[in-house]
């Protein structure tokens, strides 16, 4: 099973920013992630457009930013225009994911949709056609450092059946919980990018801690 990690800079120091994702500019790191909270979709807040324009000039890396917002569709320009490779919003927070999904595309950037952990696939019947992503959930998005919670990679092992039975090519990805000792339970299931905030950046040495995961990964 291939798979990459997408550290999340949730979990960094923000004084450090720069610093601290070169710190992670390693093998095996697919995307750095980028969580957008608006304390209104969730109970928390974090940064907005301007600093992720910032964080696009300070790495190579890919970007790839989850929106945890209220009306998505009213911010995506700004995600756009300040450097998005992958935008990610939830399905929750629209009343219409799809048309938001073709206009991402549109734009040249890879379109994601996200399910927090109680929200069904079948939500996204209709919109497979339509995205380059999805990412489930395995924890109550917010906060960092939080448990898995493991029924949730029944969801992960459907969206997988879904995705080869109907030859899509979205990438899957599982965000929230991840440790050295369940990331293979995630990629077991079929994760294809594992984001991992407080397993990566709560380490002192980030870039061993993805190395550390790569390995663990690799042996489901
Ligand atoms: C959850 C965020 C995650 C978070 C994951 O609200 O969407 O991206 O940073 O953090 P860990 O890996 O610490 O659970
Ligand atoms: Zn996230």
Same mark, same amino acid.
């Given at each position: 099973?291939?798979?990459?990690?997408?550290?999340?800079?949730?979990?960094?120091?923000?004084?450090?920013?720069?610093?601290?994702?070169?710190?992670?500019?390693?093998?095996?790191?697919?995307?750095?992630?980028?969580?957008?909270?608006?304390?209104?979709?969730?109970?928390?807040?974090?940064?907005?457009?301007?600093?992720?324009?910032?964080?696009?000039?300070?790495?190579?890396?890919?970007?790839?930013?989850?929106?945890?917002?209220?009306?998505?569709?009213?911010?995506?320009?700004?995600?756009?225009?300040?450097?998005?490779?992958?935008?990610?919003?939830?399905?929750?927070?629209?009343?219409?994911?799809?048309?938001?999904?073709?206009?991402?595309?549109?734009? @040249? =950037?890879? !379109?994601?949709?996200?399910?927090?952990?109680?929200? $069904?696939?079948?939500? /996204?019947?209709?919109?497979?056609? &339509? *995205?380059?992503?999805?990412?489930?959930?395995?924890?109550?998005?917010?906060?960092?450092?939080?448990?898995?919670?493991?029924?949730?990679?029944?969801?992960?092992?459907?969206?997988?059946?879904?995705?080869?039975?109907?030859?899509?090519?979205?990438?899957?990805?599982?965000?929230? @919980? =991840?440790? !050295?000792?369940?990331?293979?339970?995630?990629?077991? $299931?079929?994760?294809? /990018?594992?984001?991992?905030?407080? &397993? *990566?950046?709560?380490?002192?040495?980030?870039?061993?801690?993805?190395?550390?995961?790569?390995?663990?990964?690799?042996?489901?």
């Amino acid at each position: 099973m291939m798979f990459k990690i997408a550290p999340s800079i949730l979990s960094a120091d923000f004084t450090k920013l720069a610093e601290e994702i070169k710190r992670i500019e390693v093998d095996g790191v697919g995307y750095l992630h980028i969580d957008i909270m608006d304390g209104r979709f969730v109970p928390n807040i974090t940064i907005g457009a301007p600093v992720v324009k910032y964080i696009r000039k300070a790495t190579s890396l890919p970007i790839d930013v989850h929106l945890m917002i209220e009306e998505p569709e009213k911010h995506v320009d700004a995600f756009i225009e300040a450097g998005s490779d992958i935008l990610t919003f939830h399905v929750e927070a629209t009343r219409h994911p799809e048309r938001l999904l073709r206009y991402i595309r549109q734009k @040249g =950037v890879k !379109a994601g949709i996200s399910l927090n952990p109680a929200t $069904s696939l079948d939500s /996204l019947t209709y919109l497979y056609g &339509a *995205v380059d992503l999805v990412l489930v959930l395995t924890v109550n998005p917010g906060f960092g450092g939080q448990k898995l919670i493991p029924e949730v990679l029944q969801k992960v092992r459907a969206l997988k059946d879904i995705k080869s039975k109907g030859g899509h090519d979205f990438i899957i990805q599982v965000d929230g @919980g =991840v440790t !050295a000792d369940n990331i293979d339970q995630y990629v077991g $299931s079929g994760g294809e /990018l594992i984001v991992a905030g407080n &397993a *990566v950046f709560g380490s002192k040495n980030p870039a061993e801690a993805v190395s550390l995961l790569m390995k663990k990964g690799k042996k489901q």
